[in-house]
């Protein structure tokens, strides 16, 4: 006999075909948050301070304004759909809508997490085109880089330090000194929020080899800004003014790509420059070219006599 039954028998009351039961838990009525209303409740949480989390700020902002201010308590695939077709209409490219749609994820499952709201589409990434890949010749690095040194000294150093290294200019800009110990540079700050060390080549080590002179680390007397106003100054100098795929991040695409020309591995790659994904790395990978060579080989039609008979 169940205990309904029993307390039933036991009080003399009518036993109803259905029970329900509740648990000690107090019931949560589900609030209504706009996009803005959620990002400023987690974005100390979720995002560090520095440039991502001004990028993540106007996708965010940018996102809520095509909601209309919206509130809800529940994100469905169809609101998800309207989205991604505004911003495709507003002429962004599916790489474009990849990064806002990374964002939107990572603030509407911390949400969801928080209880803030109770349900979630399924976020699909769109399918991205793979664009020519710049990187600097030997030349052009020469070139570059003495024009570069000739203007600042210390963006002269940065310059070698980020090409050997693949690293990204707020990684190298960020360095304390005892993050460059022993031959190698350890990045702590990163856009992956992994760690990660690198061996320094014997220019790269020279780069960092300089009195500290009450510097944080080897790179702290620069900013960003200046050392981009500063490559752009040497970039025009030496006829590249016209190239806008020439900016301070193709060094991590010229270190990349001699790595992969060079016939590391792509695993290798991926982990010396930090990417989060193999995905991201195999961006590279046409540039392998060697691998191939054995099939030429094998398609080459032979030239010795009797050799080929069909």
Not at 63 to 79: C, H, I, N, P, W
Not at 136 to 150: G, K, P, W, Y
Request: some cysteine; aromatic content about 8%; overall charge positive.
């Amino acid at each position: 006999m169940s205990s309904v039954n029993m307390l039933g028998s036991e009080w003399n009351l009518p036993v109803s075909r259905y029970s329900v039961s509740f648990s000690d838990e107090r019931l949560r009525v589900v609030s209504e948050f706009s996009l803005r209303e959620l990002f400023s409740k987690y974005v100390d949480i979720l995002w560090e301070p520095g440039k991502h989390r001004y990028n993540v700020t106007f996708f965010i902002g940018e996102l809520d304004e095509l909601m209309l201010g919206k509130r809800f308590s529940a994100f469905g695939q169809e609101t998800l759909d309207e989205l991604i077709g505004k911003l495709r209409a507003r002429g962004n490219s599916n790489a474009t809508i990849n990064r806002k749609m990374a964002a939107l994820s990572k603030l509407l499952r911390k949400a969801q997490k928080m209880g803030d709201i109770h349900s979630l589409p399924e976020f699909r990434r769109q399918k991205e085109r793979s664009g020519r890949i710049r990187f600097l010749s030997r030349d052009e690095e020469d070139r570059l880089f003495a024009a570069i040194a000739r203007r600042n000294a210390d963006a002269g150093r940065l310059s070698v330090f980020l090409v050997d290294t693949g690293c990204r200019l707020g990684e190298a800009i960020g360095l304390n000194w005892n993050d460059v110990i022993g031959g190698k540079a350890s990045f702590w700050i990163t856009k992956s929020a992994r760690a990660r060390s690198v061996p320094l080549t014997g220019r790269a080590q020279e780069a960092v080899s300089i009195p500290k002179d009450g510097h944080k680390g080897p790179f702290a007397m620069l900013k960003q800004a200046q050392y981009r106003t500063i490559w752009n100054e040497a970039k025009a100098e030496i006829g590249l003014s016209q190239d806008d795929q020439v900016v301070p991040h193709v060094l991590r695409h010229t270190c990349a790509s001699r790595l992969v020309q060079g016939g590391i591995d792509l695993r290798r790659v991926q982990m010396w420059l930090g990417h989060q994904t193999l995905q991201m790395t195999m961006r590279y990978a046409h540039l392998a070219t060697s691998d191939l060579d054995p099939c030429v080989d094998v398609l080459e039609r032979c030239k010795g006599a009797g050799c080929c008979k069909n």
